[in-house]
């Protein structure tokens, strides 16, 4: 299967679960609720989600990644959230592929209006199945941190 895909219909797909993933994460208040059961279909069975804002990588697998946002929502804490790409850079070796994107997020959380921007490193690799993500890791952007775009 690996052999016999184009570069570019790679792409496309890697590019349909880039923004199926940004859309399951993202609702408005008037909207349903977000779609985070969709990332399940979207990783490999042992994906890792691995927010690295801080000092401590915070690691997550795919179910550890949902369940506090489900609860945020539920509980009414998290009433918006959008997160776009803002630009990205994919590489495709085989049955690997590697995409750095820039991303902006924001979002309502208990009453409050926040915006951020920042890296997402996503691998993915070829399944039986087809393309699935492996593992992602974003940093956002800080004091000595800053995105090159505007």
């Known amino acids: 299967m690996g052999n016999q895909q184009t570069t570019e219909s790679v792409k496309t797909e890697l590019d349909r679960l880039t923004s199926e993933f940004f859309g399951a ?3 408005e208040p008037a909207s349903s609720p977000p779609a985070y059961e969709r990332i399940r279909s979207l990783f490999i069975k042992s994906g890792l989600l691995i927010k690295n804002v801080g000092a401590t ?7 550890e990644f949902i369940e506090p946002r489900e ?3 539920r509980k009414g804490e998290l009433t918006r959230f959008l997160e776009e790409e803002l630009s990205e850079v994919t590489q495709i070796f085989g049955n690997i592929a590697h995409r750095f994107s820039a991303y ?3 979002g309502t ?7 951020a921007r920042g890296m997402i ?5 070829l ?12 940093d956002d952007e800080g004091p000595g941190l800053s995105l090159a775009i505007t």
Not at 57 to 63: A, L
Not at 109 to 114: I, K, P, Q
């Open 121 to 125: 490193s996503t691998q993915f690799i």
């Open 25 to 27: 994460v993202s609702f």
């Open 104 to 106: 902006s997020k924001s």
């Open 109 to 115: 959380m208990n009453g409050r209006s926040f915006t």
């Open 127 to 138: 399944t039986p199945t087809g393309w699935k993500m492996s593992a992602m890791a974003w």
């Open 57 to 63: 990588p915070e690691i997550s697998t795919v179910q």
């Open 71 to 73: 609860t945020m929502v």
